[in-house]
């Protein structure tokens, strides 16, 4: 083409280009290169045609200089005849019909420009709770449907002022065609002012706050009476609330933050970041993690937290204050009374939180989707999730390759779905666990809401293959084909799905429970993957579990079961009888009644906490060994203090090797370190015999970080890759994501 010569290309932009300011972008590129043309949202991301002399250079900024809540997938360009009449660059009115397959962003922080507009005084959205741009704001939490417009979203019951409307119609505004935009004058109102909560607040008062996928329960983290009410009224337990912190320099009171962790802290999508606890850090009530050397802490993300900062701060104008370390920090915990979802409605709130919340601040705009918020910790050098929530879906996880449409269900603890579209699953948000009916109408409101925004008519539901659990009942209720999936394969499918791995791969599998294929309980497996089948070539040695399920909430019946193994059961009672019942449990596991055995790595982990004394009566499952995890701060190894046979390893030396320790905190080092160890062991001349060159890892064990960085570092100084869970929690919360990639490819 010679310089000067007018051409016209339609161009599609896939990927997450609706709600991000795209089309306010592709608008102000063609004013830039002087196109005429037009561009318009539909079910398939966005299309334009542009005509002009430089149409190269804005097909390349199109990419180029995208929004920055824009993730380009593909841009396809077709050349098409020249209009010679054609006048000007128009944004059409969205079209709805065909397909769809695009979909729908995250919801984001404040942006800066927002939050330079929050705190001006001489600002007409000054002090707003509302405020948003094409930049910033709601986004899935307020979708109803697609393509992306006001009329499909929570917003549509708020016509735009005269104001609004001219700035969402000037394509040099940066609100131009910003669904969610509002001000004082038509947008939504906050129940009470940001001066009254923090009021409430400084008074010990548990405030249920409204924000964008659901209440947050607040109250001021270094108030100890107010903390322990709210544990205790929210059935809390002994589990660690997140702390909400009104910027980085604030954090770093509390806790240690590298550079990979500030940015996840700082980042759109400001999820809950574990960050390890400074031994110096001011006073927080004791109830905030108890026991724990890490601590949740998140920064504000709606223009509501912002204020209550704001407020504490003295309300300065401007942003500089931002900047500075500030005093206020609050407890910030999902509002989910008794493990139910999230409360989402105003009138839904003061029915469920009647109670629990002294103070209910609500809204007038709709929340259309539950989201807690996301939980991140900083990993072998990349960000992994603990839990995938708000700020993060609906983005979509790349598969290697294009898959038939399936829904996976998950399995019964920490619950997810996943959706399969072309090259892309869509991994829902946490739903909880599947034990009570409120939940369950949680899994099945995500489902049609899911299913319905993506567009996506599924051929087939995977599900786990433990024929009890409330989610393989549901997907046997859909009456499409179903495909079982068994617990531990999907673990380790999960892994092989996000980080696109098409060859053979061995996996370690180090969970809690799964159903194994023999109809006993799983839980340390070592598997090897082919494609949609998986092998299994090895497992922890067996433990017993006196009670059953009890065992997992009581770590000392695992340590009895770990001293019958040892052959030292007469030491039963003298060493566990003041935690229960230890003459009965003893007889339990001799007499092998009510004592299922398994393969569980966290049962082991159970075994090493009640030997050590580490919690063991625990509040929640999993506390004793988190609690362990946080005493480690360099692990040591006991040399040989493990046995490999027939493809069985055998921790009972190490554990009987943690009864002769000086205190817990050898021995957590102790186990975590040979433990590790031990792994690496166990796997490398399998790896090495078959010729492999990967490991995947997965199971709740491996939300533990020290195990996690120990087993990466490890495996990469023997020449191994170990692939860890990045995109989908390590936990059941990515097992919906490995049900779905190994169900598509029996398809």
Known sequence: MTAGTVERWRVRVRGRVQGVGFRPHVHALAGRFGLTGWVLNDGEGV????????????????????????????????????QPDERGFAIRHSRSDGPV????????????????????????????PFLNCTHCGPRYTITRRLPYDRPQTAMAGFPLCRACAAEYADPADRRFHAQPTACPDCGPRLSHPPEAILADLKAGRIVAVKGLGGFHLACDAADTQAVERLRRVKQRN???????????????????????????????????????????????????????????????????????????????AGTAWMEEPQPLALVMTSANPGGEPLAIGNAEARERLAGIADTIVDHDRPIVVRADDSVVRWLAGAPAFLRRGRGHVPEPIKLSRPVPPVLAVGGHL????????????????????????????????????????????????????????????FAERMGLPTVAVQ????????????????????????????????????????????????????????????????????????????????????????????????EGVRRMIEGGVNAPPTSSCGRWFDAACGILGVRPVAGFEGEAPILLESLVRRPRLAPGAWRVADGVLDLTPLLERLLTVADAVEGAE????TLTAALIDWALPVLRGRGLRLIALSGGCLMNGVLAQGLAEGFAAAGIAALLPRKAPANDGGLSLGQAWVASLGL
């Not at 922890?540 to 040892?566: H, S, T």
Request: net charge negative; charged share 20%; glycine share 10%.
């Open 238 to 316: 002994g589990k660690p609330f997140a702390l909400m912190v009104a910027n980085a320099a604030s954090a770093e009171r509390f806790v240690h933050l590298g550079d990979g962790e500030r940015a996840l802290l700082e980042g759109t999508a400001r999820p809950i970041v574990l960050l390890r606890r400074r031994d110096d850090a001011p006073f927080l009530a004791p109830g905030v993690a108890p026991g724990l050397a890490w601590l949740g802490v998140l920064l504000p993300y709606t223009p509501i937290h912002h204020l209550i900062f704001h407020e504490a701060a003295g309300r300065p």
């Open 414 to 473: 920490k619950a997810t779905i996943c959706v399969t579209r072309g090259d892309e699953a869509f991994l829902s948000q946490h739903i909880g666990d599947l034990d009570n009916l409120a939940t369950l109408d949680f899994l099945e409101e995500t489902v049609a809401h899911l299913l319905h925004v993506l567009g996506v008519e599924p051929v087939a539901v995977a599900h786990d293959r433990h024929p009890d659990f409330q989610s393989t009942r």
């Open 47 to 82: 299309l334009l045609e542009g005509q002009g002399a430089a149409t190269a250079a804005f097909r390349a900024a199109l990419s180029a200089d995208a929004p920055p809540l824009a993730r380009i997938d593909a841009v396809e360009a077709t050349r098409c005849p020249v």
């Open 101 to 128: 397959a695009t979909g729908v962003a995250p919801d984001a922080a404040v942006c800066p420009a927002c939050l330079s507009e929050l705190f001006d005084p001489a600002d007409r959205r000054y002090r707003y």
């Open 487 to 582: 617990h531990h394969h999907a673990h380790v499918a999960a892994v092989l799905a996000e980080h696109g791995v098409g060859e053979s791969a061995l996996g370690l599998a180090l969970d809690g429970f799964g159903l194994g294929m023999d109809g006993e309980s799983w839980g340390g497996e070592m598997l090897l993957v082919e494609g949609g089948r998986a092998e299994r070539l090895g497992h922890l040695a067996r433990l017993a579990q006196p009670g059953g399920d009890l065992a997992a909430r009581q770590p000392w019946r695992m340590a009895a079961a770990a001293l019958v193994r040892m052959g030292r059961g007469d030491e039963i009672v003298s060493r566990l009888a003041s935690h229960g019942p230890a």
């Open 670 to 673: 102790l186990f975590h370190g």
